[in-house]
């Protein structure tokens, strides 16, 4: 009789080898995709029952849904009516419908098996003996039902935090009770606060967390210092955002007599102040990364550190770990060493001063950093290297424009900047990729566990749409069989620079390619086009990067015995996936938060007109990008003129009888009509100033 087992069980039962657990890991996801298997609450593997499929059911507010499946890489529609009742983010299990010729597959909900939303975020509004809560969630489709003595003394306007008592059904709306008052929806900060809720982010740190982070000490201890390589003799900088404060990576490079760069990338020792199964390690662990908010960070690891001891601020020793490389003049890496230091920063730079200083040559800044000029002039030189190796074999590189939101005193938007990187920001970039690179070379070929960052092929399918599409400009892709190389990709964006239809084809071909993640087997990084990368340069902020840090210290230390080794082999998998999902849980809460502060800024605005550029086609309307990086969306059915339709193949909004065409990339006139600030959107109108029409008429419908 078999025992459900989970998958270092299986293993181990299967007699798998260390070598080859990667490999049986796949297989039991295939397996788990083509609904074969299933996994119980307790991470348990059992045969599935009668092809069902276990997933994550994502809800829409017009009845249908989707279901999520592991493995799998396109949803299962799930039409209304074939819910089950399913409410949003609940664990389900699913059957397939007869597949439909052409069609998305759909499935049907026969089973919930957990709920997956414990608590909503939303606003109150009172209605006599009982109130309603209306979730920010679009995706909620239906209001919180609360009693009166569970409203905690709710008034309308409210925001708050319901947890949900009952999910309700077709005949009864789902029930709540409010656990917290976050505020009024129009208090300063309780908007951004209500985002946070909503995505679980956790904000103040415990009271263990917090004695723990105390009983570090403020400055260097002699103990620390022993055993350790001093190069604090050595010219080193940090080069950040003025506006930083939790200085991780310093950059030291001198050429000698050979013309040999020698690079050093020195990142703070957090391990060391981090103690793996401390309080502190388990609360970053749960964090997994620091959140970078528009009005606020929340941070993984507690000030005292992050801002403190960790911190590499400049004239204070403090305790990191360097990667020291040897490159020459063709980006190649010829030696490279690996130690744990002891460094002292010289200066404190910001990416606008190095900028100042070699691009714009600015005499009063070249003086007032004389000693450090001829420095920064090598590090241009040797990140143009790095750069060009890069380039040559295949690394993409996407440049769109990114912006900084100023904020009132109250939160209120006054200013949308767009962030352009520099020669500044560029140097440290290629610095710290080539550190990255080099340390998961190193741990490869040594064969221990750690933790790589990857990014997997794009899907076959979106290559060939992708392919298909370019194919009407003239351009082409070569790809054989399953398989694109990234510098087919790469060679696409150098073609189209500054076209006319650059904008639309980088976006559809970022579209068409994966998400990278943390896993435990080296796979290579497509977007990067190199074989082994990790995140080794960001242990305040990011929990792998700490992780590895720790493993890097051991070995070192020549203490990666079999012990450890099996220790790191069952915990990373786990490590690799929490911190997958808690970036994919900042982003999401990062985008949502810029979302709702632009159409704030925008509120402002209504009844102005800009110039933009088509960013977005849907079937439902035209979504355009606006030069501050606002998008608003012109809904398909405001367009004058004409009856308009979305053409899928050609990815353009046409008009049945006209023949009028908008394309992505497409340059137009807006006027800004109205704002939603609980679904944070911004809606715009075509500008028509002399009442003709801004789309482009095809020769087919009589055009030019």
Not at 571 to 592: C, F, I, N, T, Y
Request: aromatic letters at 8%; a negative charge; one cysteine or more.
């Amino acid at each position: 009789m078999y025992v459900p087992m989970k998958e270092k069980e299986l293993a181990a039962f299967m007699q798998v080898s260390r070598k080859e657990r990667g490999l049986f890991s796949e297989a039991l996801q295939a397996l788990l995709a083509e609904g074969k298997l299933q996994v119980t609450k307790r991470g348990q593997y059992v045969k599935a029952d009668g092809g069902l499929l276990t997933g994550t059911f994502i809800s829409n507010a017009r009845g249908f849904g989707f279901v999520e499946i592991e493995g799998r890489t396109e949803d299962l529609f799930i039409p209304g009516g074939k819910t089950g009742n399913a409410f949003h983010m609940d664990k389900v299990l699913v059957k397939l419908l007869p597949d439909q010729r052409g069609k998305r597959q759909e499935g049907e909900v026969v089973r919930i098996i957990e709920h997956g939303m414990k608590q909503i975020v939303g606003t109150y509004d009172h209605a006599g003996n009982f109130g309603f809560v209306i979730p920010d969630n679009g995706k909620v489709g239906t209001d919180i039902f609360v009693s009166k003595e569970r409203s905690m003394g709710a008034v309308t306007g409210h925001k708050v935090v319901v947890e949900l008592t009952s999910y309700g059904d077709d005949r009864r709306s789902p029930e709540g009770k409010v656990v917290e008052i976050l505020g009024h929806v129009n208090d300063p900060g309780v908007d951004i606060m209500s985002i946070v809720r909503a995505y679980g982010l956790p904000v103040a740190f415990g009271k263990k967390v917090m004695n723990q982070a105390q009983r570090v000490p403020e400055e260097v201890l002699e103990s620390d210092k022993n055993g350790r390589m001093d190069l604090r003799d050595m010219q080193m900088v940090t080069i950040d955002g003025e506006d930083a404060r939790d200085l991780d990576d310093a950059v030291s490079l001198y050429r000698d007599a050979d013309g040999l760069y020698h690079l050093g990338v020195h990142i703070a020792d957090v391990s060391n102040y981090v103690q793996e199964n401390s309080a502190l390690d388990w609360e970053a662990l749960e964090r997994g990364t620091s959140v970078y908010l528009v009005d606020r960070v929340i941070p993984m690891l507690p000030h005292r550190l992050s801002n403190g001891i960790c911190s590499l601020n400049e004239n204070v020793d403090r305790l990191a770990l360097s990667c020291l490389m040897t490159i020459n003049d063709k980006g190649e890496v010829t030696d490279y060493q690996i130690a744990e230091t002891l460094i002292c920063v010289d200066r404190r730079m910001s990416y606008t001063s190095v900028k100042k200083i070699l691009e714009d040559k600015d005499e009063t800044e070249r003086k007032k950093y004389e000693a450090l000029v001829p420095m920064f002039e090598q590090m241009e030189e040797l990140a143009a290297i790095l750069r060009k190796k890069r380039h040559q074999r295949g690394s993409i590189d996407f440049d769109f424009a990114e912006s900084k939101i100023i904020l009132d005193e109250n939160g209120r938007p006054v200013d949308i900047r767009p962030y352009e990187r520099n020669v500044a920001t560029k140097i440290i970039e290629d610095f710290m990729l080539i550190a990255n690179e080099t340390v998961a070379q190193h741990f490869f070929w040594l064969e221990l566990p750690f933790v790589y960052r990857t990014h997997e092929e794009p899907d076959p399918d979106k290559i060939r749409k992708l392919s298909a599409f370019i194919h009407n400009f003239g351009y082409h892709i070569k790809f054989t069989g399953e398989e694109v190389h990234p510098k087919e990709l790469q060679k696409l964006l150098d073609r189209i620079a500054d076209t006319e239809e650059e904008t639309l084809i980088s976006r559809l071909t970022l579209r068409s390619m994966k998400q990278a993640k943390y896993t435990v087997d080296c796979t290579g990084h497509f977007g990067l086009a190199c074989r082994y990368y990790c995140h080794f340069t960001s242990p305040i902020r990011r929990y792998p990067d700490l992780q590895i840090h720790r493993i890097i210290k051991e070995q070192l230390r020549g203490r990666l015995k079999e012990e450890r080794i099996k220790h790191y082999e069952e915990r990373l998998p786990e490590v690799a996936s929490h911190s997958s999902k808690m970036e994919r849980r900042a982003d999401e809460a990062e985008r949502e938060t810029d979302k709702l502060k632009k159409a704030q800024y925008m509120e402002e605005r209504i009844g102005e007109i800009y110039e933009g550029v088509i960013s977005g086609i849907t079937q439902w309307g035209i979504y355009v990008e606006l030069p501050n990086t606002v998008e608003g969306l012109i809904h398909v059915s405001t367009l004058p003129g004409d009856y308009f339709y979305y053409d899928e193949n050609s990815y353009e909004m046409v008009g049945r009888d006209t023949g009028i065409t908008y394309k992505l990339g497409e340059r137009i006139t807006i006027q800004v009509k109205g704002v939603d600030s609980l679904t944070r959107t911004v809606d715009f109108v075509l500008y028509e100033e002399d009442g003709g029409c801004y789309g482009k008429r095809s020769h087919e419908a009589g055009g030019e």
